[in-house]
């Protein structure tokens, strides 16, 4: 199994990113996939997830700035990343879930918004 995340890198307040997780090696339509972030020295935490349905969920910290979206051709989920805070710094990490069974982290892709 390979998640590679793709898309991080330093951006000034107020601008957007877009990341991109390609999945391999898994029944991608059937995962729940997530985006999680880790800032220093801070616990991991979830950013947004969207089901094998396509229902979504956010961080409240995000909600109105980010959107989570799923490519099922593609096995990709995407995290388009609007008006960023210098607090969204952080490691952003993909996961897949299928619930109750398995789970898999991808490596992650670092953000650091800075002026």
């Known amino acids: 199994v390979q998640l590679q995340a793709s898309g991080g890198g330093l951006v000034q307040p107020g601008g957007s990113l877009r990341l991109s997780c390609a999945a391999s090696?898994?029944?991608?339509?059937?995962?729940?996939m997530g985006w999680y972030s880790q800032a220093p020295g801070k616990q991991r935490s979830l950013v947004a997830t969207?089901?094998?349905?396509?229902?979504?969920d956010y961080a409240d910290s995000v909600k109105g700035r980010f959107t989570i979206s799923r490519d099922n051709a593609e096995n990709t989920v995407t995290l388009e990343m609007n008006s960023l805070k210098p607090e969204d710094t952080a490691v952003y990490y993909c996961?897949?879930?299928?619930?109750?069974?398995?789970?898999?982290w991808g490596r992650g892709t670092l953000v650091t918004v800075s002026s």
């Open positions: 969207v089901t094998s349905g396509g229902t979504t």
């Open positions: 996961k897949a879930e299928l619930l109750g069974y398995y789970s898999y």
């Open positions: 090696g898994i029944r991608f339509s059937r995962y729940r």
